[in-house]
């Protein structure tokens, strides 16, 4: 039986049994994207994920789907991401959602809100709970598509000129903290300042602000914090957590096909592995090296902790009687946060509690 008549009638399961491969993949579109990130090049660990996930990108798709990564400031200010991937003036954006709290409360419980989630008990809710599902709805009035990208693991509580020794220090105190964390702190008396990563150095050193927080040792010492300010905090109880977000236009996002959005994902998924793994490798050195420089470190008096406790829980009651998106999002969350902290008191805590108190 010649060829052509061997494959007419035996059908694909015939042809692919004899080994025969028929050319049934479609050629995928050549696509550019521009990614515009909230963060400094000079921090490789955060900045450093889109670059990872773009990365991956190409070598996914064979070139073929490229997207160009710019530092905060390059093409939008750091914190107009979200306004320019909703008008389409970039396809995609790499940010910390609750740095647009002011959009929306509910910006932030995709991110970190003070006592909230850990980060593994965050990517739990994301991935196997309903967190993609209701932020993705939320997102949804924004024309975005969110894919996570990245988290920290907790940080710590941020570089200070004066000793807190009470919460009475916490008054007239001009604090740079990141998104809703701002609304604990004013309750405490302090006053929150919102200063895109890469400005908070000088602000500190003119001292325009009295105190700052970041993330953590490896990039607070990049960023020189310990030359300015000599008290370090922990921990940052307003982000034990906090998870970075790819923020796609949804009308770029549908435009991709099948396998493009599958790549999407994937390579999503890798920067969001990558970008904590990071942290954890290289913050132990760096904290090593801050203190051997002289910083002092230094747990928040308990009173403070209490306090931020006391106001964060009074904010959360009074925002789901006000703002339906927030009821809506933050009533799964915090369901999904008591079981968690149930179930990681035992296991986690007990085996971290003993271990790190040993002599290794």
Same mark, same amino acid.
């Given at each position: 039986?010649?060829?052509?008549?061997?494959?007419?009638?035996?059908?694909?399961?015939?042809?692919?049994?004899? /080994?025969?491969?028929?050319?049934?993949?479609?050629?995928?579109?050549?696509?550019?994207?521009?990614?515009?990130?909230?963060?400094?090049?000079?921090?490789?660990?955060?900045?450093?994920?889109?670059?990872?996930?773009?990365?991956?990108?190409?070598?996914?798709?064979?070139? @073929?789907?490229?997207?160009?990564?710019?530092?905060?400031?390059?093409?939008?200010?750091?914190?107009?991401?979200?306004?320019?991937?909703?008008?389409?003036?970039?396809?995609?954006?790499?940010?910390?959602?609750?740095?647009?709290?002011? @959009?929306?409360?509910?910006?932030?419980?995709?991110?970190?809100?003070?006592?909230?989630?850990?980060?593994?008990?965050?990517?739990?809710?994301?991935?196997?709970?309903?967190?993609? !599902? =209701?932020?993705?709805?939320?997102?949804?009035?924004?024309?975005?598509?969110?894919?996570?990208?990245?988290?920290?693991?907790?940080?710590?509580?941020?570089?200070?000129?004066?000793?807190?020794?009470?919460?009475?220090?916490?008054?007239?105190? +001009?604090?740079?903290?990141?998104?809703?964390? /701002?609304?604990?702190?004013?309750?405490?008396?302090?006053?929150?300042?919102?200063?895109?990563?890469?400005?908070?150095?000088?602000?500190?050193?003119? /001292?325009?602000?009295?105190?700052?927080?970041?993330?953590?040792?490896?990039?607070? =010492? @990049?960023?020189?914090?310990?030359?300015?300010?000599?008290?370090?905090?922990?921990?940052?109880?307003?982000? /034990?957590?906090?998870?970075?977000?790819?923020?796609?236009?949804? +009308?770029?996002? &549908?435009?991709?096909?099948?396998?493009?959005?599958?790549?999407?994902?994937?390579?999503?998924?890798?920067?969001?592995?990558?970008?904590?793994? !990071?942290?954890?490798?290289?913050?132990?050195?760096?904290?090593?090296?801050?203190?051997?420089?002289?910083?002092?470190?230094?747990?928040?008096?308990?009173?403070?902790?209490?306090?931020?406790? @006391?106001?964060?829980?009074?904010?959360?009651?009074?925002?789901?009687?006000?703002?339906?998106?927030?009821?809506?999002?933050?009533? &799964?969350?915090?369901?999904?946060?008591? &079981?968690?902290?149930?179930?990681?008191?035992?296991?986690?805590?007990?085996?971290?509690?003993?271990?790190?108190?040993?002599?290794?």
């Amino acid at each position: 039986m010649e060829r052509r008549s061997f494959v007419r009638h035996a059908g694909l399961a015939g042809v692919l049994a004899a /080994g025969v491969a028929p050319a049934v993949v479609q050629a995928q579109a050549q696509v550019r994207w521009r990614l515009a990130s909230s963060f400094p090049k000079s921090l490789d660990t955060i900045f450093g994920a889109a670059d990872v996930f773009a990365k991956k990108v190409s070598e996914m798709t064979g070139g @073929k789907f490229q997207i160009s990564v710019h530092a905060g400031g390059e093409l939008v200010p750091a914190l107009q991401v979200v306004d320019a991937v909703q008008n389409a003036t970039v396809e995609i954006a790499h940010t910390a959602p609750y740095y647009f709290f002011g @959009k929306d409360e509910t910006f932030a419980i995709g991110c970190a809100i003070p006592f909230g989630l850990n980060s593994r008990q965050m990517s739990a809710w994301m991935f196997e709970g309903n967190g993609l !599902k =209701l932020m993705r709805e939320f997102y949804r009035n924004y024309n975005i598509v969110n894919f996570p990208g990245g988290n920290t693991g907790a940080q710590m509580g941020g570089w200070y000129r004066k000793q807190i020794k009470s919460v009475a220090d916490m008054k007239g105190l +001009k604090i740079r903290i990141g998104g809703f964390a /701002g609304r604990v702190v004013e309750r405490m008396g302090a006053v929150p300042q919102q200063i895109a990563g890469g400005e908070i150095y000088s602000a500190l050193e003119k /001292g325009t602000i009295d105190a700052a927080e970041w993330v953590g040792p490896y990039d607070d =010492l @990049k960023l020189g914090f310990n030359k300015v300010a000599p008290n370090y905090y922990y921990p940052g109880w307003w982000e /034990g957590g906090p998870q970075l977000d790819f923020f796609i236009n949804s +009308k770029a996002f &549908d435009a991709l096909s099948a396998e493009y959005k599958a790549v999407v994902e994937a390579a999503s998924a890798l920067a969001h592995v990558e970008m904590q793994a !990071k942290y954890d490798a290289k913050n132990p050195a760096a904290l090593k090296q801050l203190v051997g420089s002289g910083t002092k470190l230094f747990r928040f008096p308990k009173d403070v902790l209490n306090a931020a406790f @006391k106001e964060s829980m009074a904010i959360y009651s009074e925002l789901s009687a006000k703002n339906p998106n927030w009821k809506k999002v933050y009533e &799964d969350y915090a369901t999904f946060r008591r &079981d968690q902290n149930l179930w990681f008191r035992f296991a986690e805590a007990g085996f971290d509690e003993f271990v790190q108190q040993q002599k290794l």
